[in-house]
């Protein structure tokens, strides 16, 4: 296990990657309303990594280096990603890692096996949940009950992006007994994009106001607020 991970660094550099590739939308003008029913003048699509090589080959580097220091390799024995946008990033890790690798189905796919789990589980394997990103981490209940069902052992989940913004956002996993790692928040993203020439002042001013009270900004604007 490392003990050189410098966490607040790797979050910085994860943010400034997601912003250099364009991943992330500043748009208070006109607010996005998230799956979860929040409010949000930002937007961040991790998918986006998948087609540059320098800032997915940094960010799995922090990733696996993140879950090194906080988990260590030898406890985990597979990796799984969630569908369809965890998929890619269970598979760099699995192959930097040298780890099996399996895919969650949000739903059984209703034929032949009519698996929700793909690829070989073993029973009782230390199954680490992948996806790419996480609002309050209610999307992540299902996959983690899938792997539990198969026979899995599930006690850690990773992200490239948490928001970090709404409360109680990772009660849920907690009480399963699931704790959520995550490389970089808005916070650090904000703390970017001010130093860059990313965005408008008047952009980064409405995200500010929303990082100053997420709930308050959600109601105002359309989304739920609370």
Same mark, same amino acid.
């Given at each position: 296990?490392?003990?050189?991970?410098?966490?607040?660094?790797?979050?910085?550099?994860?943010?400034?990657?997601?912003?250099?590739? $364009?991943?992330?939308? &500043?748009?208070?003008? +006109?607010?996005?309303?998230?799956?979860?029913?929040?409010?949000?003048? !930002?937007?961040?699509?991790?998918?986006?990594?998948?087609?540059?090589?320098?800032?997915?080959?940094?960010?799995?580097?922090?990733?696996?280096?993140?879950? +090194?220091?906080?988990?260590? &390799?030898?406890?985990?024995?597979?990796?799984?990603?969630?569908?369809? #946008?965890?998929?890619?990033?269970?598979?760099?890790?699995?192959?930097?890692?040298? $780890? =099996?690798?399996?895919?969650?189905? $949000?739903? =059984?796919? @209703?034929?032949?096996?009519?698996?929700?789990?793909?690829?070989?589980? %073993?029973?009782?394997?230390?199954?680490?949940?992948?996806?790419?990103?996480?609002?309050? @981490?209610?999307? /992540?209940?299902?996959? !983690?009950?899938?792997?539990?069902?198969?026979? #899995?052992?599930?006690?850690?989940?990773? !992200?490239? &992006?948490?928001?970090?913004?709404?409360?109680?956002?990772?009660?849920?996993? $907690?009480?399963?007994? !699931?704790?959520?790692?995550?490389?970089?928040?808005?916070? %650090?993203?904000?703390?970017? #994009? +001010? /130093?860059?020439?990313?965005?408008?002042?008047? %952009?980064?001013? @409405?995200?500010?106001? &929303?990082?100053?009270? =997420?709930?308050?900004?959600? #109601?105002?604007?359309? @989304?739920?607020?609370?």
């Amino acid at each position: 296990m490392s003990d050189t991970y410098d966490q607040h660094r790797a979050a910085l550099e994860t943010a400034r990657h997601l912003l250099d590739i $364009k991943a992330v939308n &500043f748009r208070p003008q +006109e607010p996005y309303i998230l799956t979860a029913g929040w409010a949000s003048p !930002v937007y961040i699509d991790c998918r986006w990594v998948i087609s540059f090589p320098q800032a997915r080959s940094a960010i799995i580097r922090h990733g696996v280096n993140m879950l +090194e220091h906080h988990i260590g &390799f030898d406890n985990i024995d597979s990796v799984a990603g969630g569908e369809t #946008a965890g998929i890619p990033y269970a598979a760099w890790i699995a192959e930097a890692t040298g $780890k =099996p690798m399996q895919y969650i189905r $949000k739903k =059984p796919k @209703g034929f032949g096996r009519n698996a929700q789990i793909e690829g070989n589980l %073993e029973t009782g394997s230390r199954t680490l949940l992948v996806e790419d990103l996480t609002t309050d @981490g209610g999307s /992540k209940i299902n996959f !983690v009950n899938a792997l539990r069902d198969a026979g #899995a052992q599930v006690s850690d989940a990773f !992200v490239v &992006f948490f928001y970090g913004v709404f409360p109680g956002a990772l009660d849920d996993l $907690k009480n399963m007994g !699931v704790n959520l790692h995550y490389l970089t928040t808005w916070h %650090e993203v904000l703390s970017e #994009a +001010e /130093k860059g020439d990313y965005f408008t002042a008047s %952009e980064i001013d @409405g995200v500010r106001d &929303f990082l100053s009270d =997420p709930l308050a900004w959600s #109601a105002a604007h359309g @989304g739920k607020a609370g």
